[in-house]
């Protein structure tokens, strides 16, 4: 089964004087139940935009965002709301998604009471198991937000997150505002979530080594279009897109760092997406770009398995030997 | 080794909590060489902030002070040195770049006026020398087209670019210290890696020593040659990257360096479970608590861990660790 189907989606903003801003340019990926995908790039690639997107926090331009069998891009009013109850979203800053003068048991009821889910004790019982199970005591439920820590209150924004029940949760840079040792702690409790309750994950990161830790499905984001997309395995142990290379190879790692390994350089800032260049939109900054890279587009093109690919070049020898030279280069472990 | 460039004596910062003042940091002694990149490493809390801004005398007072120890830079204490001599060494001798680029650039003045600036109070230079010498710096911190990029204002720069022009101000005087409190961590590891490379070659070209605060241990692998780790104000383990790395001794640091998911290119398909640090660091009220900072959290901690303070003690060439396991180890 599908948990979540998005088959080319825009989201395209006005940018004033006729302008338009291309966020999201015609991405499709689908995320099978029980599996999290990962939708990596730099800032300004869309990501944030096209997980928005599939809950509905932001609207679409055109294509489908298909929440099991259900179009939710066409729906309305109540349908919607009911709709909501499968996907929710825990997002990136834990300060600032929670409601400062709310008691942090009457945040995580508040998704039940809104859609009217049992009787008010079933909901406060309801309060008390989530509390549990992401790890903070039920007594806990009579305070304020800033009577926790940053990790307690992405713990408390989980909590509101899972309350309905839902199928698929939207986490948006979920830890990226932690410290490196509560990170750990809120990586372990999604992992575990996702294999006791089976529940989906669109997650979006920057940091590659988190997306891998967590992701069993990832797609790289240029600019607004998917450049590449794969199993965990596959996106590393063979990336294809230089793109992709270069994401990884600037990742600082220890072993690497002391090794004194030569990076893929990206020269350069992305283009702008008010006026996307014609042809490969990573072509300015890619080394093996060709003419004929910055002409022609190229699209996305399975290469077996999960794998697929944007890029002209990805078969050929001379990308090869950089992608060799990668992984290889790169400890293993 | 010669006379460090930098050597902090039993440093002491303390802040006035209420009515009783707290020791954030304690006992605190370290040196930097010319050339040498020190990393500072722990969460946030620890203290590591707080210490790099005592360097440049910007401790906020009150509520904070420098209460005890020794900033000796070049041989000249910088604790009590009066405004007027550090004005002459902030920006100058020692400079700063901060975490956030897109607070720490005035929104009102053009980023060239802003680099200019600096060179017009500390050289004295006139405002058309000032002017082409931001142009300079800009190129030099690899900003494209500088002639035009310094009549903009900061919004009109990216995240990666604003950082540049930070590093840019932190340059002009061509400092011996440039301190970098995790320079890139607002920034994705494309820009990341272009703004080490840029730290790199101005090392090379100036010869600055650089003192760089972070979390991420790759960094720290990547671009240091000295590490000094900090709980709870203060230092606990100290030494040369490759050890910090591969053989950490204290059980933070090697909480820190374990609870990374770490980027792999042959992933399984079932990565474990990271390994956690319980809790978290102690509140600044919880400071000065009898015992090892660390022991609430600590695996191994021990009942002398709870009643007494390990000091630093050394463990080899060039490392110490503050940790009561090193002596049963040694004993």
Redesign the interface.
Same mark, same amino acid.
């Given at each position: 089964m599908t948990a979540l189907s998005v088959r080319d989606l825009k989201v395209h903003f006005p940018a004033g004087k006729g302008k338009v801003v291309h966020a999201v340019d015609g991405v499709s990926f689908d995320i099978p139940e029980g599996t999290a995908f990962g939708l990596v790039g730099e800032s300004g690639s869309g990501k944030t935009t096209a997980a928005l997107a599939c809950a509905r926090l932001v609207e679409a331009t055109a294509g489908e965002v298909r929440l099991g069998e259900t179009d939710i891009t066409t729906l309305a009013g109540d349908a919607m709301r009911r709709a909501r109850r499968d996907i929710q979203v825990v997002f990136q800053d834990p300060y600032a998604s929670l409601n400062p003068r709310e008691r942090v048991g009457a945040i995580v009821r508040r998704p039940l009471d809104l859609m009217k889910v049992g009787t008010p004790a079933e909901r406060e019982a309801r309060v008390d198991e989530l509390f549990a199970t992401v790890g903070l005591r039920p007594d806990q439920k009579a305070l304020f937000p800033h009577q926790f820590s940053g990790g307690q209150r992405q713990r408390i924004g989980i909590a509101r997150a899972l309350a309905t029940h839902p199928k698929l949760i939207v986490c948006d840079e979920p830890v990226s505002a932690l410290d490196v040792a509560i990170q750990a702690q809120i990586l372990n409790l999604l992992a575990r979530l996702k294999a006791e309750m089976g529940l989906s994950y669109l997650f979006i990161s920057h940091d590659l080594a988190v997306v891998q830790h967590l992701c069993d499905r990832i797609a790289v984001m240029y600019l607004g279009q998917i450049v590449e997309t794969g199993s965990r395995r596959e996106i590393f142990t063979s990336p294809m897109h230089p793109y992709t290379m270069a994401l990884i190879s600037a990742v600082p790692s220890p072993e690497t760092g002391l090794a004194g390994v030569e990076r893929i350089r990206l020269q350069g800032d992305p283009p702008s997406p008010i006026a996307p260049p014609p042809g490969c939109r990573f072509a300015g900054r890619c080394t093996f770009a060709t003419d004929h890279c910055s002409k022609v587009a190229p699209v996305l093109t399975a290469t077996g398995g999960n794998h697929a690919v944007a890029c002209h070049r990805a078969q050929d020898a001379e990308v090869a030997a950089a992608r060799n030279a990668l992984v290889q280069g790169a400890p293993s472990g | 080794m010669s006379a460090p460039l930098l050597s902090v004596r039993d440093l002491e910062i303390s802040f006035r909590l209420g009515t009783e003042e707290t020791a954030v940091v304690r006992d605190l002694s370290f040196d930097l060489g010319e050339g040498e990149t020190l990393g500072i490493v722990g969460?946030?809390g620890c203290g590591k902030s707080i210490t790099a801004l005592s360097l440049l005398g910007l401790v906020p007072n009150p509520p904070g002070r420098v209460s005890a120890g020794q900033i000796l830079f070049q041989g000249q204490d910088l604790v009590g040195a009066s405004e007027e001599q550090l004005n002459r060494i902030r920006g100058n001798e020692i400079s700063m770049v901060f975490q956030e680029p897109m607070t720490s650039l005035n929104p009102v003045y053009t980023v060239g006026e802003q680099i200019a600036e600096t060179a017009r109070v500390h050289f004295g230079s006139s405002r058309a020398e000032a002017w082409d010498r931001a142009i300079e710096m800009l190129k030099l911190v690899g900003i494209?087209s500088p002639e035009q990029r310094a009549h903009n204002f900061p919004h009109q720069l990216?995240?990666?670019?604003r950082q540049r022009v930070m590093i840019a101000i932190a340059l002009v005087c061509e400092p011996k210290i440039l301190i970098a409190d995790e320079p890139t961590t607002a920034l994705?590891?494309?820009? =990341? %890696? =272009?703004i080490?490379?840029l730290f790199r070659e101005l090392q090379d070209k100036i010869g600055a020593a650089i003192i760089l605060i972070t979390?991420?241990?790759?960094?720290?692998? =990547?671009?240091t040659n000295r590490v000094m780790v900090m709980y709870a104000g203060r230092k606990i383990e100290e030494g040369p990257? %490759?050890g910090f790395?591969?053989d950490p001794r204290h059980p933070y640091t090697r909480?820190?360096?374990s609870?990374?998911?770490?980027?792999?290119?042959?992933?399984s398909?079932m &990565?474990d479970?990271?390994?956690?640090? &319980?809790g978290?660091?102690p509140a600044p009220r919880e400071l000065g608590a009898p015992g090892c900072a660390f022991a609430p959290r600590c695996p191994h901690a021990m009942q002398r861990c709870r009643v007494q303070d390990p000091a630093l003690s050394r463990i080899g060439e060039g490392r110490a660790v503050a940790c009561w396991l090193e002596e049963e180890v040694a004993a």
């Open positions: - | 969460e946030s494209p990216s995240g990666g670019m994705d590891v494309t820009v =990341q %890696a =272009q080490f490379d979390h991420d241990i790759g960094v720290v692998a =990547q671009m990257v %490759a790395i591969r909480g820190l360096i609870c990374i998911p770490r980027l792999s290119m042959s992933p398909d &990565p479970p990271l390994f956690e640090i &319980p978290v660091v």
